[in-house]
């Protein structure tokens, strides 16, 4: 076995489920890509918050102060895990989507005539729909033409095409947006080198720095890999909550602190503004990381997501004890790293089976790198013959939460000439297991044999002319 993976006996599987109640449902979550499951101590934490409820920067009371002070705790421990300087390059909204159109909002002034954004072909929509707007829609009612480009990828490995992507960019490059791993390919692509090609191009940015600004969507990236934006440098990095284990309705955008110093804010109102300086003539906006807090924030969601951030490294490194959940404690950068290499290596060891079983069925296409190592935690594959869709249907009959459709990622669907736009998909987390991985293997044989599966692996007959 490669050193660098995780058996079964280094991690404990069954201490790790312990915190989640879908087991106890009998489920196979293998949708992880989408969202992930949130462990008992979370809603219990909820919970818990209820007798001091209250808003935060906007009362006196005990309670106020109190809320306030876990509220912004929260950006400290999640500037923490990203090996950001401050809570200051912390920008809290909604989700990955939210966050990136945020910075589409803060660097609209910015674009002059004739620059482009280079984005790429793995992109979810979310980043690149944004950018298509903004070129086609949004910045030729200000008379301004700017393009918008895409990097192809290789359609046999699903590796970004980088000779294409140096092509693209140039000295008009004003931002490269590329993804820390694709949601449809599974594809990582390799950010220090979009790092470099950005840092040549030569763009001259309004305040001088010539290169061009990078984004990187990390919402397949952050919650399965050891991220470090000061390493990575990255200028902006977005991330949802409900793909790392919290509930829904927290996305992080991280971003350069001097950026977020001195862009405009995509949302103004309260909270966002000096204390007191608010004038008919103007407004002088507040600190870092408020300036970009207008309005009451997502309170709980974001003290609930960044102990989901503590409970990680618990369920990684010590499952059956709390280490740093519950606390405001420091993690070490080095202690962050363990972790997210266990849960890495652990994603890495039930890609591996699922692509090595997927393998064996027939008619089975896999999209993506072929090595589980070069690829985040999910498989997605069609099935000669067969609607991606039944086939999720089916498998769902089986008791196996797949999912069929284009995933939002349209683009590579399109460039692999995927008619109808689509493919069945198989993504883990830290709580799956390899039974499971068979589980989900073994029903879509069957499915794809004729036969029809239902929940406890039993095969029944089959009705109808679709199977189900
Ligand atoms: N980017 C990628 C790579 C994703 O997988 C997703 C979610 N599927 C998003 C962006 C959008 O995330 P959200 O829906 O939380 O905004």
């Known amino acids: 076995m490669n050193p660098t993976d995780t058996s079964s006996a280094e991690w404990d599987i069954a201490a790790v489920r312990d915190h989640f109640l879908f087991p106890a449902e009998g489920r196979v979550v293998t949708n992880n890509a989408a969202s992930t499951q949130p462990p008992r101590e979370l809603l219990e934490l909820y919970r818990s918050l209820a007798p001091g409820y209250e808003n935060v920067h906007r009362g006196q009371s005990d309670a106020s102060r109190e809320l306030t ?64 707007a903004l070129c086609r829609d949004i910045l030729p009612r200000f ?58 191009s030569g763009y001259v940015q309004p ?94 969601g974001a003290i609930v997501s960044a102990q989901a951030l503590r409970l990680l490294h618990d369920l990684a490194l ?5 280490h740093y959940f519950g606390t405001g404690r420091p993690i070490e950068r080095e202690t962050t790293r363990r972790a997210m290499d266990r849960i890495s290596a652990w994603n890495r060891h039930l890609t591996a089976r699922a692509l090595e079983r997927l393998e064996a069925i027939p008619g089975l296409t896999i999209y993506g790198p072929g090595d589980a190592a070069r690829r985040t935690s999910l498989v997605a594959f069609t099935v000669a013959g067969h609607d991606s869709g039944d086939l999720a249907h089916a498998l769902n009959d089986a008791g196996v939460e797949a999912r069929a459709g284009c995933h939002c990622a349209t683009l ?40 029809r599966r239902v929940r406890g692996g039993r095969d029944v007959p089959v009705v109808g002319p679709a199977g189900r």
């Open 412 to 451: 590579a669907h399109h460039a692999l000439g995927l008619t109808p736009a689509g493919s069945c998909r198989l993504s883990f987390y830290l709580y799956n297991t390899p039974e499971e991985v068979d589980v989900a293997v073994d029903a879509l044989a069957a499915i794809v044999a004729g036969r």
């Open 69 to 132: 002070r876990l509220f912004e705790d929260a950006y400290d421990t999640i500037a923490q895990f990203l090996g950001a300087p401050s809570r200051r390059s912390v920008a809290l909204y909604r989700n990955t989507t939210e966050a990136i159109n945020a910075v589409l909002y803060s660097l609209l002034t910015e674009f002059r005539d004739g620059d482009n954004v280079v984005t790429t072909m793995l992109e979810h929509n979310s980043n690149y729909v944004p950018w298509s």
């Open 143 to 200: 008379g301004r033409r700017v393009d918008c480009r895409l990097a192809r990828f290789d359609p046999e490995t699903g590796e970004l095409d980088l000779e294409h992507l140096a092509s693209l960019i140039d000295a008009r490059t004003k931002l490269v947006c590329c993804t820390g791993a694709s949601n449809f390919l599974g594809t990582r692509p390799p950010l220090e080198t979009v790092r470099d090609l950005a840092d040549a």
């Open 207 to 300: 305040n001088g720095e010539e290169r061009s600004y990078l984004l990187v969507d990390g919402a397949q990236l952050v919650p399965g890999t050891f991220t470090d934006v000061q390493a990575l440098g990255a200028d902006y990095l977005a991330f949802s909550f409900h793909k790392l284990l919290a509930p829904f309705g927290v996305g992080v955008l991280y971003a350069r602190e001097h950026l977020l110093e001195s862009s405009l804010p995509f949302l103004y109102g309260g909270d966002m503004i000096a204390e007191g300086r608010v004038f008919p003539g103007g407004v002088e906006y507040g600190p870092l990381p408020w300036k970009y807090a207008a309005g009451t924030p997502n309170i709980l």
């Open 318 to 322: 010590t499952p059956t004890q709390a």
